[in-house]
Each structure stands twice: as structure tokens, then as C-alpha cells.
């Protein structure tokens, strides 16, 4: 009796339950997918028809959640609202999703772009992690922990597959557009000089050392009043780290808002 008391609650909670969570907008497990029934769900976003429109066309160019891409959505509008200074600068593109919204939600403030829009890759996957910096988590994803400058093979999304998306699909004009191809060891000491200021820093480097020499080479050009998002800051506990002894040592008052389960972002005191 008791097994069939728990297949029947069972049964109920998939076909009764879960679609009823998904149709009121409650949300189910870490993160909101990306996936049909959620995104015809209701979250209670401000502009929220506006953001589903722009995740629907760049949703097969990200692995993040909705939680975060309509964070996203809103600190854009929010640095343009108020003319926050500075380029948009993303480490870690994948295959341009997150840029791609970054550049919907400018359009939906301002017809005609003016942004500058940086995307840094190695345009080749991720590199290892340091086993000695990083999560063993982290080591079993990549299948390797020595910190080599080398492609594990692990979030590949090339050079041509951002540009078809951020140029042919959103028609992005391309003389805002500018790709860093590279390790951020190499191109982030290297192009950070010519950058200008940043109004909006996302970084998703996953491991240690990504995040780490992002935040030292990059956060000191991101205005005050900017943004900076930190995508795995709870799913990897080296790219946790490298924020927090950033910050203990910068000491700023700064409140890491929660996105979803891995996402922060803070706004840089003014």
C-alpha cells in the first residue's frame, strides 16, 4: 500500500504539480532553463515580454539561466537610464548569448548603438583549471588540474559562431564590436590599456585565475556607478575565491546581490 501511496503522489506531483509551479511562475530547482514551458511561464520581471523576446533569439547561443540574462536586461537598461559610462565588456562568451543580450537591451534604449561591445575568448574552450586553486569539481569537468594554457575541450564556441550571431542575426553595427581572441593571461594584461572605461564588467571564466586577472587588470576601469556580474561566483568555489580576496583586499563596501544560485553582481560604489 505504501509504494502505491508514493507512486500515486508521485505520479500527481509530475503531471499536476510541476506544470502548475512552471504555469504560475514559481521556481523549480537552482536556476530558471531556458526551455519552452519556462519561458512561456510568468516571473514577475519588470519588462519581462521584452526580455523573453530577446532571450528567444539568442537562447541557443548561451548555457546561463533566465534568472541571470534578465538581470542582465535590467542593468543595461539601468546603465543607459542613467548614461553610466563606458564600454561593455564580457570574459568568457561561449558563443555570444550573454553579449547578444547585452546588446538587445542597449537597442531598447537607444535605436542607434553606441556602445562598444569586448568580448575576450580563447575562442578555443577552457583552459585547466589549477588543481591547487580550484575545486575538485572543477578538475573532474575539465579532466585535468595543472593550469596549463591549453583547450580541455569543455564550453568551445568559436570566433565565427559570435560573429554570425552578434553581426548577421542582431546586426550589431561591427564598428563597436571587438574581439579579444585569446588566453586571458595573454590578451587581458595586453588590451586592458586601451579599453577606456567600462560601464558594465561580465565575467565567466569558471576557474581561479580567469577571474583573478580580470579583476586586477579590469575592475579599476569600470565606472563608478557600473556593474560587474560574476556568472559562477556559486558554482565554483575558485572563481568564489579569486572575488572574495579581491574584494577583502580592495576594501569597498560592495553587496554581492543574488541572482540565482551562482550568479552576483554588485554595483561599483560611487
Known amino acids: 500500500m505504501k ?7 508521485s505520479k500527481v ?8 509551479a512552471v504555469r504560475g511562475g514559481l521556481r523549480n530547482g537552482l536556476y530558471i532553463p531556458l526551455d519552452r514551458a519556462h519561458l512561456q511561464s510568468r516571473f ?3 519588462e519581462e515580454p521584452a526580455i523573453k523576446a530577446a532571450v528567444d533569439r539568442i537562447k541557443r547561443h548561451t548555457m546561463t539561466s533566465f534568472e541571470r540574462l534578465a538581470s542582465l536586461w535590467q542593468q543595461v537598461r539601468y546603465l543607459d ?20 543580450l547585452m546588446a538587445l537591451a542597449h537597442r531598447a534604449t537607444r535605436a542607434v548603438p553606441t556602445r562598444e561591445l569586448h568580448l575576450f575568448d580563447s575562442f578555443e574552450g577552457l583552459p585547466e ?22 583547450s580541455v575541450g569543455k564550453c568551445v564556441g568559436t570566433l565565427d559562431e559570435n560573429r554570425e550571431l552578434m553581426e548577421r542575426l ?10 579579444h581572441v585569446g588566453w586571458f593571461q595573454d590578451t587581458i594584461p595586453r588590451d586592458a590599456p586601451a579599453l577606456g572605461s567600462i560601464a558594465l564588467l561580465r565575467l565567466d571564466g569558471d576557474w581561479y585565475e580567469s577571474t583573478r586577472i580580470c579583476l586586477e587588470h579590469l575592475y579599476d576601469k569600470v565606472s563608478r556607478g557600473g556593474v ?7 558554482h565554483y568555489e575558485g572563481c568564489r575565491k579569486a572575488v572574495d580576496e579581491f574584494l577583502q583586499r580592495r576594501k569597498e563596501p560592495v553587496l554581492l546581490s543574488h541572482i540565482d544560485y551562482t550568479g552576483r553582481y554588485w554595483i561599483k560604489p560611487s
Open 129 to 150: 583549471p589549477d588543481a591547487v586553486l580550484d575545486d575538485q569539481q572543477s578538475v573532474d569537468y575539465a579532466g585535468a588540474g595543472g593550469g596549463e594554457l591549453r
Open 81 to 100: 537610464r542613467f548614461d553610466v559610462p563606458g564600454a561593455f565588456v564580457e570574459c568568457g562568451v561561449w558563443k555570444g548569448g550573454s553579449t547578444g
Open 44 to 46: 514577475g520581471y519588470d
Open 170 to 179: 542582431l546586426g550589431y553595427p561591427t564598428d563597436l564590436l571587438r574581439y
Open 3 to 9: 509504494l502505491n501511496v508514493a507512486a500515486g503522489w
Open 13 to 20: 506531483w509530475h503531471n499536476v504539480v510541476v506544470p502548475m
Open 228 to 234: 560587474v556580474v560574476i556568472d559562477d561566483y556559486g
